[in-house]
DNA sequence: CCACGATAGTTTATCCTTCAACTATGCGCC
DNA sequence: GGCGCATAGTTGAAGGATAAACTATCGTGG
């Protein structure tokens, strides 16, 4: 089996870091505001769609959640009236997510926030090429990504009781 | 308030989107040996200190995990005998946590498929250069959030109500 | 030597996520 | 046109994460 180098190695624990700690900041700093990062980013989403709407399933590939997990926190955002549920004009099964003016109201409140600790933590703690670098090997990961037939074989685990 | 230029955006972007997607992809892959990415993270941990010891808080900085999360996910791998807790010998506070030989055994088969999968999602998908500049600039970042008296004011929230 | 505040870890309740099962509609097809 | 399978979304139960309160030990200063 091929493990990593010394040098790939550094590059994967620095990944494993760092990604947890912005997180962590991240989270933090909006936590203030009474939202979690990943409900900001569904709010986020919303805001920036053609009339604050998008179909559930949009929604998830966007923010890249499983659509139960979108079910669940637009049901939350919705008891908080951010946020409203309606049948999708075109296709009977479907559902599209509205924003409302409050949510809007909202969202905007929380984005300076937000953006501030997006700078604090990552933006200016880089150059603009670092940043612009970062941004673009990213972009090759989720390429990668959605490019694969995902997990090999489905729900078949390689068994690997060896 | 400085909002984030069209490229810092796209970055930013990339970020979220590409950590999500490899989060998940890690997390899936290791699913099949029936541990999450952070346990396996902890175990990992474990199995590359001193005789497979460390302090529970040891543990909480390396992993970038909360105290009690850390207490709960190690009670998880206790409950399978991976890990034991025994009290630390200097500090009568202390509690350091063990690798257990099946401990071990189970983090060895783990590394295999884990290895695997980070190849196959991150390090196989950038050139060396691209993934050593991602390694450099997430260590900035790093160093910044561990530099930083991190929220400016502890338990304050800068109430926000404009 | 003891009172104080800080540090180490655990606990409990609550909230969030996940997973599997379920409903319902759409789509292709013979 | 109805059978079968895929897609859209929801639900409920079970397990993991978070936050606040709690116990216990440590270290310092009086």
């Keep these: 089996m091929r493990w ?9 624990r620095a990944y494993l870091r760092a990604t947890r700690q912005l997180d962590a900041a991240l989270d933090r700093d909006l936590q203030c505001s009474g939202v979690s990062l990943s409900e900001y980013e569904l709010l986020s989403m919303l805001s920036e769609a053609e009339g604050g ?17 979108v079910t669940h926190t637009a049901a939350r955002l919705e008891r908080r009236g951010w946020v409203r549920r309606t ?4 296709d009977g099964r479907g559902v599209v997510l509205e924003l409302t003016p409050e949510g809007r109201a909202a969202v905007e409140s929380f984005a300076t926030v937000h953006v501030e600790s997006v700078r604090r933590h990552l933006v200016d703690v880089l150059s603009g090429e ?7 090997a990213l972009q090759a990961v989720s390429r990668a990504y959605e490019a694969d037939p995902d997990t090999p074989d489905p729900t ?3 068994t690997m009781e060896a």
């Design 4 to 12: 990593l180098s010394e040098e790939e190695q550094r590059s994967w």
């Design 53 to 69: 709407r998008l179909r559930m399933s949009a929604l998830a590939d966007l923010i890249v959640q499983s659509r139960s997990r």
């Design 87 to 90: 049948p999708a004009p075109d």
């Design 130 to 136: 670092q940043l612009a670098g970062l941004g673009a």
């Design 156 to 158: 078949e685990c390689p």
